[in-house]
C-alpha cells in the first residue's frame, strides 16, 4: 500500500467510555465482520477482560475503508490496554501510530487516566481527533465535554465528533476524520529493514504471534530476522494482519502493522519495544525507546494444599507462555511449604494472574503480603542488596540503610471527595504538590511511597469516592526510609505470609489494625490464642481470642441426623481450606482479608 493511502491510529480512553464499542462499530461498518459475528465484542478476546471489561493485550485491527474522495484506504486501528499497569505496553503502542481517536463520555467528561494517555499521545507527535461518545444518554452534555476538552487537556475540540458508538451514530464521520485529519506514516523503503515489536502472545497453532509497525525497508515472508535487543536470528515464516480474522500476506511494507511468527516458542524470547531487522543486512541502531520492563510488585502463591504444587508449577508455567511481564521462581516457606515468589507489573496484574490461576486452573492459593523492591546497603561494606521477599530481611543491624520507590500519583476527582481522599494519601505519608481546580474537579498530584499504594489503596480510592476518582501513576525513583519488618505471631508462631516492612511511623497502626482483623477472621479454638504484631523481639500491638468448645452439632439437639451430618460435612470443608499454624487453623479468606488497611 503507498504510504498516503495508509492511517494508523489508536483510540484513547478512560475505562467505560466506549473504546471496545467503537472500535467494534468501525470494524462492522468497514465489512470486518457480519453482524451476527459482531454479536460478541471483539477486541477483548480474554474472558477475564470481558467479565472486567478492561482490555489487557493490545490487538490490532486492518480496515479498508472507500473514503468520501473515492479513495480506499488502509486503516490500522490499534488497540491499547487500559491500566496504568500496562503503560510500557501503551507507550509502544502509540510509539506506532500517527495519530488517535480521544474517546470521552459524554456524561462523564474528562477523567485522570484519559489525561494520561492523551499527554502521552501527544509527546508521539498524535493528531488527536477528539470523539465525544454516548450522546444518545439522557445525561450526556457534549458541549460541556467539548470545553472541558479544551480547558484540561488544551486541545481545540471545535470539530469534535459526536457519537453514540451503541446505537452507531456518527461512525462515518470518524472514519472520514481519520482519513482527511491524521496524517499518513513516513519512512524509507528502500533502506534496511527496521520493524518495531510492539506486541507478542502465544497462540496455541501459530506458536508466538508478533505484531509489529514496520518503520523502514519490507519485512518479508522466507526472511531472515534479527531482533537488535536480545540479539536472536529467525525465520521468517508467516506475515498478515487481522481483519481480525486472520489474513496472510507475502509482506508488510513500510508505514504497516501487522503481524508475523517466526517458529518462536515462548513470548520470553521477544521483547515488546525491541527492533527487528533484516539479519543480512542489518540497520545500523535500533528505533529509540527501548525498555526492558521489570516487575515492581512481589508476592509468594502457595497452594492451599500442598499437593497441589506441581499442578501449580505447570498453570504458572502456561501462563507465563503468553504473559512475559511477570516472572517466578520457586520459593519456600516454613508455614507455606513450596510455592513461588512471583513479580508482576502491578496489583492489577497481581489479581489478574491470580484470578486466572484460580478459575481456569482450578487452583486453591494462598497469596503473601504483596511487597514492592527494596535496595538495602549493608553495613561494613557488606555491599547491596535488592529485597524482593519481607522474609529474606537481614538483621536491622547489618542494615546501614534501606530505601524504598516512590511514584507521582495524580488524582482527579469531583471537588466533594476532596477531602478524604487527601486524608487518604496523607495517611499513607504522601507529600502533596500540586492541587487544581478546573471545571468543578479537583486535580491532586501527590508523590506516594509504593509500598503504602500497592494493597488497597486504589480500591480505598473508588469506595471513598464512590467510584468517581481516577488514578495514574508512574515512579520516580528511590528514596530512604525508616522502614521495618513488621512479623505477625499467631499463638507465639510468626505466620510469614503475613510478615510485611512497614515504616515505622505507621507500623503500630497497622500492627493493630492487622491483630484486630486477624481476631474476627480466625475462629475460636478449644484454647486461648494471643495474636501479636512485633518488630524485632518487640511486641507492638496483641490481641486474644478467647477459648471456645467447638461444636457444631450441638445446637441439633441429637434430633436430625441428616441435618448433624451436612454439619460435619460442611466443617470438614471448611477444614480444607484451613491452613495449620502450630495447632491453629487459619482459613484461606484471613490472609488476604487481614492485610487490607482499615
Ligand atoms: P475498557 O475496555 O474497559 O477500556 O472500556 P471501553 O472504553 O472499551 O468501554 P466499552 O466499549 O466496553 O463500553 C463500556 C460500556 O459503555 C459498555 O456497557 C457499553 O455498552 C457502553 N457504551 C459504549 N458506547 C456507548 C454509547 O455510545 N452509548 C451508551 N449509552 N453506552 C455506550
Not at 511511597?449 to 515512579?475: C, M, T, W
Not at 497497622?510 to 480466625?522: N, T
Request: charged content about 25%; some cysteine.
Amino acid at each position: 500500500t503507498p504510504l498516503d493511502k495508509i492511517r494508523n491510529f489508536s483510540i484513547i480512553a478512560h475505562i467505560d467510555h466506549g473504546k471496545s464499542t467503537l472500535a467494534d462499530r468501525l470494524i462492522q461498518v468497514t465489512g470486518g465482520l457480519t453482524a451476527r459475528e459482531m454479536s460478541e465484542q471483539v477486541l477483548d478476546n480474554m474472558d477475564i477482560e470481558k467479565e472486567r471489561g478492561i482490555t489487557i493485550k493490545a490487538q490490532t485491527v486492518r480496515l479498508s475503508y472507500k473514503a468520501h474522495d473515492g479513495e480506499t484506504y488502509t486503516l490500522n486501528l490499534m488497540d491499547t490496554p487500559g491500566h496504568v499497569d500496562f503503560a510500557y505496553e501503551v507507550s509502544r503502542s502509540l510509539a506506532a501510530c500517527e495519530g488517535a481517536l480521544l474517546v470521552v463520555d459524554a456524561a462523564q467528561g474528562v477523567e485522570a487516566q484519559t489525561l494520561a494517555n492523551v499527554y502521552q499521545s501527544i509527546e508521539h507527535d498524535h493528531e488527536i481527533v477528539p470523539v465525544i461518545n454516548k450522546i444518545d444518554l439522557p445525561a450526556a452534555d457534549a458541549e460541556k465535554v467539548r470545553a472541558e476538552i479544551e480547558e484540561v487537556i488544551g486541545l481545540d475540540a471545535s470539530n469534535a465528533v459526536l457519537t453514540s458508538a451503541k446505537s452507531g451514530i456518527g461512525i462515518e464521520e470518524v472514519l472520514e476524520a481519520i482519513v482527511t485529519r491524521i496524517p499518513p506514516p513516513k519512512g524509507d523503503a528502500d533502506a534496511p529493514l527496521k520493524a518495531m515489536l510492539v506486541d507478542s502472545w502465544y497462540d496455541p497453532y501459530l506458536g508466538v504471534v508478533i505484531l509489529v509497525r514496520v518503520m523502514a525497508g519490507t519485512l518479508k515472508k522466507g526472511q531472515q530476522i534479527k531482533f537488535m535487543a536480545t540479539g536472536t536470528t529467525h525465520l521468517v515464516d508467516r506475515v498478515g494482519c487481522f481483519r481480525p480474522k486472520i489474513e496472510q500476506l507475502t509482506e508488510l511494507g513500510v508505514g504497516e502493522i501487522g503481524f508475523i511468527t517466526a517458529q518462536i516458542k515462548e513470548v520470553a524470547q521477544t521483547a515488546v519495544g525491541d527492533t527487528i531487522t533484516d539479519a543480512k543486512r542489518p540497520a545500523t541502531e535500533a528505533l529509540p525507546g527501548f525498555k526492558l520492563v521489570q516487575p515492581v510488585v512481589f508476592c509468594g502463591l502457595f497452594p492451599v494444599d500442598a499437593a497441589e504444587f506441581e499442578k501449580l508449577r505447570e498453570s504458572i508455567g502456561k501462563l507465563r507462555l503468553n504473559d512475559a511481564s511477570f516472572t517466578f521462581e520457586m520459593e519456600s516457606s516454613a508455614a507455606l511449604g513450596f510455592g513461588f515468589r512471583c513479580g508482576f507489573l502491578g496489583l492489577l496484574h497481581l489479581e489478574i494472574i491470580q484470578e486466572r490461576l484460580t478459575r481456569e486452573y482450578d487452583l486453591d492459593l494462598i497469596t503473601t503480603a504483596p511487597s514492592v523492591v527494596y535496595e538495602i546497603e549493608l553495613t561494613h561494606g557488606g555491599g547491596h542488596l535488592e529485597l524482593h521477599n519481607p522474609a529474606d530481611m537481614p538483621d536491622p543491624n547489618k542494615i546501614a540503610l534501606i530505601s524504598e520507590p516512590w511514584i507521582e500519583a495524580v488524582i482527579y476527582c469531583p471537588d466533594e471527595y476532596l477531602g478524604p481522599i487527601l486524608k487518604l494519601c496523607q495517611d499513607r505519608r504522601g507529600i502533596q504538590k500540586n492541587l487544581t481546580y478546573v471545571a468543578g474537579r479537583a486535580q491532586v498530584t501527590y508523590e506516594l511511597p509504593l509500598n503504602e499504594v500497592v494493597f488497597d489503596f486504589y480500591d480505598r480510592l473508588k469506595s471513598i469516592s464512590r467510584g468517581y476518582a481516577s488514578f495514574d501513576y508512574h515512579q520516580i525513583g528511590y528514596r530512604e526510609g525508616d522502614l521495618v519488618k513488621m512479623s505477625i505471631l499467631v499463638n507465639a508462631e510468626p505466620v510469614d505470609a503475613l510478615s510485611m516492612i512497614v515504616h515505622r511511623g505507621t507500623a503500630e497502626a497497622r500492627g493493630r489494625g492487622m491483630c484486630e482483623r486477624l481476631k474476627d477472621l480466625i475462629p475460636r479454638h478449644l484454647f486461648k490464642i494471643p495474636i501479636q504484631a512485633a518488630i524485632g523481639g518487640k511486641v507492638i500491638a496483641r490481641e486474644t481470642i478467647a477459648a471456645m468448645r467447638k461444636d457444631v452439632t450441638a445446637k441439633c439437639y441429637g434430633g436430625d441426623i441428616s441435618r448433624k451430618k451436612k454439619l460435619l460435612d460442611k466443617q470438614k470443608e471448611g477444614k480444607k481450606r484451613m491452613r495449620e499454624y502450630g495447632s491453629v487453623s487459619i482459613p484461606q479468606e484471613a490472609f488476604i482479608a487481614a492485610l487490607r488497611m482499615g
